[in-house]
């Protein structure tokens, strides 16, 4: 462990998945879901969208925009049609359910 100075939660991360094999394991197991909202995130910020804002466009709640980017539960397909509209990114559902938010191909805010 880094010791005697400031360190990132990258840096963190990397040690524990280096020292830790159960750790290691969860996060293998995680990376698509965390990996999705996080791209989330990003085209809310490229939008310069608060989750209230983006709530609103939705039909929703701040709180439930919170929950959809917290990763804990998967949304629906309609939630995820309505987010890829909103964000204006492609979102794609592959084998095993894992979800994919492509941002590359971004298009114009539906308003």
Do not use: C, N, W
């Not at 709180?63 to 909103?86: H, N």
């Amino acid at each position: 462990m880094v010791t005697g100075k400031e360190f990132t939660l990258e840096e963190h991360i990397r040690e524990r998945e280096a020292s830790d094999e159960a750790f290691r394991a969860a996060r293998a197991a995680h990376r698509d879901r965390y990996e999705y909202t996080r791209k989330l995130i990003e085209a809310r910020l490229a939008r310069k969208l608060t989750q209230e804002d983006l709530a609103r466009a939705l039909g929703t709640t701040q709180s439930a925009v919170a929950r959809l980017e917290s990763g804990r539960f998967l949304p629906r397909t309609d939630t995820l049609r309505r987010l890829a509209d909103v964000l204006g990114v492609e979102i794609r559902i592959g084998s095993g359910g894992i979800i994919k938010v492509e941002l590359e191909s971004a298009r114009p805010l539906v308003h």
